[in-house]
T-cell receptor, first 115, second 111 residues
Framework: NAGVMQNPRHLVRRRGQEARLRCSPMKGHSHVYWYRQLPEEGLKFMVYLQKENIIDESGMPKERFSAEFPKEGPSILRIQQVVRGDSAAYFC?????????????FGPGTRLLVL | GQQLNQSPQSMFIQEGEDVSMNCTSSSIFNTWLWYKQDPGEGPVLLIALYKAGELTSNGRLTAQFGITRKDSFLNISASIPSDVGIYFCAGLTSGTYKYIFGTGTRLKVLA
């Protein structure tokens, strides 16, 4: 019974490159959430997706960041033209139902370092 | 953005001691969760609380949902070295799907 999977676990990019982070939710989960964690801080909500739909992207920067959760395949968080300030740990979580009715489980995270 | 305040921010304790930490907010929450995060890993769910006043245990861990619904407490009894890590609280407001995370309590256990 695999948990939430994320890859890569570590990603190094130079300024201006693109970063693609992947998240496979737990089996049967159709709700995915992305969070960002800066060193010594808590997790900050970025975006909530259900299959093929973005439900809430209020925590995601309007430029350079995008997220998708296609009908088949993992959820993708994409950061274009990365800058040093994008360096952080990015966590994906999934839940069986909407959060008001079920809890969320986290993946191991992708640690992005922008040089 | 909105954030929950956790205290203490960090603590060093001796193995075998009991630990208490809390999480407070100016807002009312309908759900409280407590997570533990080990270095280099994602948060792992410890306890979930769904009702004001609720007291729930998970092994040596006990958490309570405050009566005012603006706070929650986590206690760890007889700490052991593997309890080391960062403990986060998270709150969910009715009708929303965005958990607000606390700032974390960093626990270090001295053998």
């Amino acid at each position: 019974n695999a948990g939430v999977m994320q890859n890569p676990r570590h990603l190094v990019r130079r300024r201006g490159q693109e970063a693609r982070l992947r998240c496979s939710p737990m089996k049967g989960h159709s709700h995915v959430y992305w969070y960002r964690q800066l060193p010594e801080e808590g997790l900050k909500f970025m975006v909530y997706l259900q299959k093929e739909n973005i439900i809430d992207e209020s925590g995601m920067p309007k430029e350079r960041f995008s997220a998708e959760f296609p009908k088949e395949g993992p959820s993708i968080l994409r950061i274009q033209q990365v800058v040093r300030g994008d360096s952080a740990a990015y966590f994906c979580a999934s839940s069986l139902r909407r959060l008001a009715q079920s809890t969320q489980y986290f993946g191991p995270g992708t640690r992005l370092l922008v040089l | 953005g909105q954030q929950l305040n956790q205290s203490p921010q960090s603590m060093f304790i001796q193995e075998g001691e009991d630990v208490s930490m809390n999480c407070t907010s100016s807002s009312i929450f309908n759900t409280w969760l407590w997570y533990k995060q080990d270095p280099g890993e994602g948060p792992v769910l410890l306890i979930a609380l769904y009702k004001a006043g609720e007291l729930t245990s998970n092994g040596r861990l006990t958490a309570q949902f405050g009566i005012t619904r603006k706070d929650s407490f986590l206690n760890i009894s007889a700490s052991i070295p593997s309890d080391v890590g960062i403990y986060f609280c998270a709150g969910l407001t009715s009708g929303t799907y965005k958990y607000i995370f606390g700032t974390g309590t960093r626990l270090k256990v001295l053998a």
